[in-house]
């Protein structure tokens, strides 16, 4: 898998990414799905002052996210306007009643066991991004926690998926499709501005609660500690549970807000969404997890924890990774994890 450092300023670290895929592939995978959606009408004139308005909340809020993009924006010779719409299509599908739910992923985070506080994340997406996934190692002036490792990949921002830092603080996310949305932390700048600035769950749930959110996902975390947390970015506000074994999957579970997730329409992983969930809620309090047994676990395909595409340019799982909170390194599969190609990133610094 392409792993890219850069220290510096957001703008370089995003820009460091020039070089590392052909500009043409990062084309196809952002800037013709915007165009593809400005097309079908989903990027109409509402959908258009909506970007506008997150625009504004994220340069008061997060320039250091936004400087970064127009880094990767620079880096490929892509319109960065683009790339902030790309980041959106999910909110933007919702807004006009939702659509086949390309991002799908199944997380959880454990607190305890023998090889310390965990977090594991099966990343379904686009096959289409098999070829530019990468693992971005970024520490600079605005990141007060150390270096830090995530998963993600080309032509988006650092942690679009999951990533840890060096203070021990690990963060993986899930996609939801919802029908209420406002203007607030897209999540996708929200994940790498935690790493940056929270050092334990605690903070990273205080950062959450501070601000508006846009609406749709989850976050599992812990930390070095072995504090756990999972959090639904409901628009009406976050709902969190923390302590103890947390998972997530593509819907939310909450009472207040689960009313918010879109009907499944049809869709194949919105519908085993249900099923994903209630399999980790029977298997993960059983027992003291391993980075091996997570790995084990992560391959599953009796329940789809492990998704295969059902035709070409399908949802599949893309990769998995189990990210040590002590060891403050992790491990990654590219592709599906029943393949057993895993490898050993090395720690954060």
């Avoid at 792993?3 to 990414?17: F, I, K, L, N």
């Avoid at 190692?137 to 998926?161: E, F, K, M, N, Y």
């Avoid at 989850?218 to 074994?245: C, F, I, K, Q």
């Avoid at 189990?322 to 190609?341: H, K, N, Q």
Wanted: aromatic share 6%; net charge negative; charged share 20%.
């Amino acid at each position: 898998m392409i792993e890219v450092s850069a220290t510096g300023p957001a703008y370089a670290r995003g820009r460091a990414q020039a070089g590392t895929a052909p500009a043409a592939a990062i084309r196809r995978a952002t800037v013709e799905r915007v165009e593809r959606a400005r097309a079908d009408g989903l990027i109409d004139s509402d959908a258009g002052s909506y970007l506008t308005a997150q625009r504004h909340f994220h340069e008061i809020h997060d320039p250091e996210g936004l400087s970064e993009l127009l880094g990767v924006a620079d880096a490929f010779g892509l319109a960065d306007a683009d790339l902030f719409a790309h980041l959106h299509l999910g909110t933007l599908r919702d807004m006009k009643g939702g659509a086949a739910l390309i991002e799908g992923c199944s997380a959880w985070a454990v607190g305890q066991g023998p090889d310390g506080p965990l977090v594991v994340k099966n990343r379904d997406f686009s096959g289409q991004h098999l070829g530019i996934q990468c693992i971005l190692r970024h520490a600079g002036p605005d990141i007060a926690t150390g270096q830090v490792v995530s998963l993600g990949s080309l032509g988006s921002l650092a942690a679009w998926s999951s990533g840890m830092n060096a203070a021990g603080l690990a963060i993986a996310d899930t996609q939801v499709s919802v029908n209420r949305h406002r203007v607030g932390w897209l999540r996708y700048f929200l994940l790498p501005r935690l790493l940056a600035r929270a050092v334990s769950v605690g903070e990273a749930l205080a950062l959450i609660r501070s601000l508006p959110h846009a609406g749709g996902g989850t976050l599992v975390m812990a930390d070095r500690n072995g504090a756990t947390a999972a959090v639904e970015l409901s628009a009406t506000d976050p709902v969190v549970v923390d302590g103890g074994a947390t998972w997530r999957t593509n819907h939310y579970t909450a009472p207040g807000v689960a009313g918010e997730t879109l009907g499944t329409d049809g869709d194949r992983i919105a519908g085993n969404s249900h099923a994903r969930f209630d399999y980790l809620s029977r298997v993960l309090p059983e027992r003291a997890w391993t980075v091996a047994a997570a790995r084990d676990l992560m391959a599953t395909h009796s329940v789809p924890i492990c998704q295969h595409a059902a035709c070409e340019g399908d949802s599949e799982t893309i990769s998995s990774v189990v990210y040590s909170c002590r060891l403050g390194g992790m491990e990654i599969a590219e592709g599906t994890p029943c393949l057993g190609r895993w490898q050993v990133i090395a720690p954060c610094r």
